[in-house]
């Protein structure tokens, strides 16, 4: 026999069988299927009609299908369609692969288990695959696609979706998940809940929301991502809550990476009640464990350390804020919080913030341009939260008590906690605003502070600030014609009219821990143009021991503090400034107020007194040249200056001795007065 013709004829073979393979499949894969669904030891049984099959073609379907699972539930479908089956995997024989199928689509499909209900008229999978594992068998699939679905719990609850497609299908994971049109009606809570479009990213299944949340037993991990658009929530009593779009991104049970929502509002029988422009986060990390609190509502300082030493963000913000209540409105440009990490805030800002106060007679108006505080340690401000909270009695003497329990130190004296570095505030005012107040006005203009150079003494753990700058330009007030207290504030300032009264101001405190010199300056305060005022004084031998501890003695333990001050420390210099007819004469048209003279009277007698002090210690060069420029001063108060200049540093206890003669007090402390054209 030829070569030629054995080929031929082995191709005639192998066609032949295939063929006969081709008719035969069918009937061989409906029996082994029936056989399944019929076994009494299957997981799934079940029947169908109308079963066809195309080897070559690579297709495989029925029709009304019908299948139970162990649990009780009912699969159905019209008709069920495989395509590009792969048969060595349906035979579990393929080495190459798991795919069962290109395709699969089903007409009618829907779920049932009880009274529950899952339907869709057209769902389809593309890529099944079956994976064996451990003896066991799990499907898995490429992408699924349920179009109309509708969701009944038997409870009253329902679910309709336009579309729910997903990606990257396993029994315990989603790759992806998208939502069209996606509602939900809760009737036993009195809620629904729809959003336009969902989408998740890489999903545990596994997981139940409950579960999900609860940080103690299993981490935040439902879903590393999820984003949307047009989500409303309704409940009882008219109430919604809507937002344009949400985004959480980075998910995992350590926090997030990013976190936005848009044009949020919440509202009550259809009236806005509290709306926000955009809130958004940024690297959101946490440890927080929740044994760490007990159950009352109030953080305590070992909460709040667990709290501010477990969680970090790299940035918060909120825009756009509005808040309408019948007793109030609110409203809030922008808040932000940048680089809260280790217990500090690096940066907090505040700008546009509003609050209006409807139900009081005068309807007061509280405006801030803005606020910002940089550096916040929040351990010490839960402290001052301590300090100064709520009272927890009525008894004014109860906090009295309270702050005297305190140290110098935990009360900011002489050297500020290094609570902040720096903060500014502009365009604060309150203000009135009805007929009769509303040209009423209280505000700053702007004020600011700094405080740096860090220092901590021994057996303290507070940090203090060596040095600290403070400044005010413009707090004002602004009176309406009608006020009664307006020309009586006139008379005083020796103004016939003003539509505003502004004081600047700024104030210095440095502490040199190597020299031990404690300087407090005021620098020029003045209100406007009427007058000014600057005042200096250093304290010297507040060595670093001392310093510390004056900071850890009690504000009640006052002969320690006489002790202090008396023993250990000494005077160093002081100045005195003071520029401006019209403000002398205010101090003394207030002192004259009460026993019947007027102005001109008290600064005639008080020129007289000074003239006969003068005329007693005129053979004492030192003061009587003090007291002389001191009455050219009281007759035209234009410009006075007082220094305290001493050789050397004078202890308190010195002072404070007593027995001493004003001249020799003059000279000991280098007593200097100049005035008016003398003042330099």
């Not at 509003?354 to 341009?369: A, I, N, S, Y």
């Amino acid at each position: 026999m030829s070569k030629t013709k054995i080929i031929i004829g082995g191709v005639a073979v192998v066609a032949i069988a295939a063929t006969a393979a081709h008719f035969a499949a069918p009937s061989f894969f409906e029996n082994q299927f029936r056989s399944y669904l019929t076994n009494p030891r299957s997981e799934l049984h079940g029947e169908f009609d109308n079963f066809a099959l195309s080897l070559f073609g690579g297709t495989m379907s029925a029709t009304d299908v019908s299948l139970r699972t162990a649990d009780g539930a009912t699969i159905t479908g019209d008709a069920v369609k495989f395509e590009q089956v792969n048969w060595l995997t349906l035979l579990n024989a393929n080495p190459f692969g798991d795919t069962l199928a290109g395709s699969v689509t089903v007409d009618n499909g829907q779920i049932e288990n009880k009274d529950a209900r899952l339907s869709s008229p057209a769902p389809s999978l593309i890529d099944l695959r079956i994976i064996q594992k451990d003896g066991t068998i799990h499907y898995a699939a490429k992408a699924a696609e349920l179009p109309g679905i509708h969701v009944e719990d038997g409870l009253g609850r329902t679910a309709k979706a336009d579309l729910i497609a997903l990606e990257d299908i396993t029994e315990s994971r989603l790759g992806g998940l998208t939502l069209q049109n996606l509602s939900l009606v809760l009737p036993s809570e009195k809620q629904s809940f729809s959003v336009e479009t969902a989408s998740f990213s890489d999903c545990d299944i596994t997981q139940s929301f409950e579960t999900a949340f609860d940080l103690s037993e299993k981490p935040f991990d439902l879903c590393s991502a999820l984003s949307g658009t047009g989500v409303l929530l309704e409940r009882a009593d008219k109430e919604k809550i809507t937002l344009a779009s949400f985004g959480f991104d980075g998910l995992s049970s350590s926090g997030a990476q990013a976190i936005s929502l848009t044009e949020v509002t919440a509202s009550k029988d259809d009236k806005p009640q509290i709306s926000f422009g955009e809130i958004a986060l940024t690297n959101l990390k946490q440890s927080i464990r929740s044994d760490a609190f007990d159950s009352n509502n109030k953080l305590d300082a070992r909460e709040w350390q667990h709290l501010i030493d477990n969680l970090s963000v790299d940035a918060f913000s909120v825009t756009e804020m509005s808040s309408s209540q019948d007793e109030f409105t609110t409203k809030l440009g922008s808040v932000a919080v940048n680089g809260l990490k280790d217990g500090e805030v690096a940066k907090l800002a505040v700008s546009d913030f509003q609050f209006d106060l409807m139900d009081h007679e005068d309807k007061p108006v509280f405006k801030l341009g803005h606020f910002e505080i940089s550096k916040v340690s929040l351990s010490r401000m839960q402290q001052i939260v301590e300090m100064y909270g709520t009272p927890t009695s009525n008894d004014p003497m109860a906090q009295i008590e309270k702050a005297q329990n305190q140290t110098l130190g935990d009360l900011g004296i002489l050297l500020s906690p290094m609570v902040y570095e720096s903060f500014l505030v502009s365009d604060l005012s309150l203000s009135g605003n009805t007929d009769a107040n509303k040209n009423l006005k209280f505000g700053i203009d702007r004020a600011s502070a700094s405080i740096g150079d860090p220092v901590r003494f021994d057996g303290n753990g507070t940090t203090f600030a060596k040095k600290g700058r403070s400044a005010v330009q413009g707090m004002y007030i602004e009176l309406p014609d009608t006020s009664p207290v307006k020309d009586l504030i006139a008379s005083m300032i020796g103004l016939e009219n003003f539509d505003r009264l502004s004081l600047n101001g700024k104030i210095n405190i440095t502490w040199d821990d190597q020299s031990g010199v404690y300087t407090y300056d005021i620098e020029e305060t003045s209100i406007d143009d009427i007058g000014s005022i600057s005042l200096s004084a250093s304290v010297g031998n507040l060595t670093p021991e001392i310093m510390g501890e004056l900071t850890s003695t009690r504000l009640d333990q006052t002969e320690k503090l006489r002790q202090i001050a008396l023993t250990k420390t000494s005077f160093n210099a002081a100045r005195l400034e003071v520029q401006g007819e019209k403000l002398v004469k205010i101090f003394l048209r207030l002192a004259a107020q009460g026993n019947g003279q007027t102005a001109e009277d008290l600064q005639m007698v008080g020129a007289m007194v000074l003239m006969q002090t003068q005329e007693k210690f005129a053979q004492y060069p030192r003061l009587s040249n003090a007291l002389t420029e001191l009455v050219d001063w009281f007759s035209n108060p234009q410009h006075l200056i007082i220094t305290l200049a001493p050789d050397a540093p004078v202890p308190f206890g010195v002072l404070a001795a007593g027995g001493m003669q004003p001249p020799a007090i003059a000279d000991l402390l280098g007593l200097t007065i100049q005035a008016n054209e003398n003042a330099k």
